[in-house]
């Protein structure tokens, strides 16, 4: 004959078991999220041309995303998807880059138009172009065009 706090340890383990497996199930007979209702926040799309360097696209990507409240920048190739309403496609224009001199603009294009940024240029004598140096560069792009950061600051939600 079995012990009776035995088969009372069995039965609560059978117990939990079962409640974990019927606890799982109803879990997975619910309907995934959807995010369909959920306003989306507006994209800023970057495109960056393939001989620019990869430090420079990353510190033009942190600047946006400083500039930016609000929305989410994304590095995108010039062919983008069609842009959505309060969208901003961004791209840097670099029409000069060497070991140490860049210049360059930012242009940009929304649903309702576009424009061209002041060409700036960074020459340095004494090294190399560094992180740093692209940092400095992408902060004075945008600071030279207080349009378009008014455009990113607008598109906030």
Do not use: K, N
């Amino acid at each position: 004959m079995s012990h009776p706090r035995a088969v009372t340890a069995l039965s609560r383990r059978v117990f939990t078991e079962s409640s974990i497996l019927l606890t799982f199930l109803a879990c997975m007979s619910l309907p995934a999220p959807s995010y369909a209702d959920r306003p989306a926040r507006p994209l800023v799309l970057l495109s960056c041309p393939a001989e620019a360097p990869e430090a420079l696209c990353r510190s033009l990507t942190q600047a946006l995303t400083r500039a930016a409240t609000g929305q989410i920048v994304r590095q995108a190739p010039v062919d983008a998807p069609a842009l959505r309403p309060g969208d901003t496609a961004v791209t840097l224009d670099v029409t000069r880059h060497g070991p140490a001199a860049l210049s360059g603009r930012l242009d940009w294009q929304g649903t309702d138009g576009g424009g061209d940024g002041a060409v700036l240029r960074l020459d340095v004598m004494d090294a190399g172009l560094e992180a740093i140096d692209y940092d400095d560069f992408t902060r004075d792009l945008l600071r030279v065009w207080p349009a378009l950061v008014a455009r990113l600051h607008a598109a906030a939600p």
